[in-house]
């Protein structure tokens, strides 16, 4: 069964918020429409994705999240320009 890691960020670019679920478009769906009112990413409109990466297990989509959390916020920056240097929103063209 497939995991995700993904970075979302808010309409600025100033806060980014790292996750790992088994179910991308649903959980990006309960960010969207701020199913948890009173979470970090309610609280601070961080819904939109920029970076997200799949895995073959939970365990190693957990692995990732450790090493993407326990990074600077230099090197999260770093890793979503590589990708999605325009810092669009990727759920809008999502297929997983």
Known sequence: MKAFVYILSNKNNSTLYTGVTRD???RLYQ?????HPHSFT??????????FECFNSMG???????Q???GSRKKKIELIDRINPEWHDLSLTLEV
């Open 60 to 66: 190693d989509a957990i692995k990732r999240e450790k």
């Open 42 to 51: 309610a609280r601070y409109n961080v819904d939109k994705l920029v970076h």
């Open 31 to 35: 960010h969207k429409t701020k199913k």
């Open 68 to 70: 993407i959390k326990a």
């Open 24 to 26: 991308l478009q649903g």
